[in-house]
């Protein structure tokens, strides 16, 4: 990743605080998140991918429905 200034900084720390709190499953929470985006996420239906940093991060999330 190449960071070009303040700015660039401070979204790309945005992105990842954002992501680690809301969308990444957490070892020591027994794998919950500490915040989850979905709270009751459905056990089935397709699988999509919201990413993050230019595909860096990933969230993987099932569609309801």
Known sequence: MI?????SMRRAVENFVEHYNTER?????GNKMIKP?????P???K???????GGML???YR???
């Not at 699988?47 to 940093?53: A, F, N």
């Open 58 to 60: 990933n969230y993987h």
């Open 63 to 65: 569609k309801a429905g």
């Open 37 to 41: 985006r979905i709270e009751n996420m």
């Open 43 to 45: 056990p089935e239906g």
């Open 25 to 29: 499953a957490q070892q020591s929470l």
């Open 3 to 7: 960071l070009i200034g303040e700015n």
């Open 47 to 53: 699988i999509l991918c919201d990413p993050r940093q």
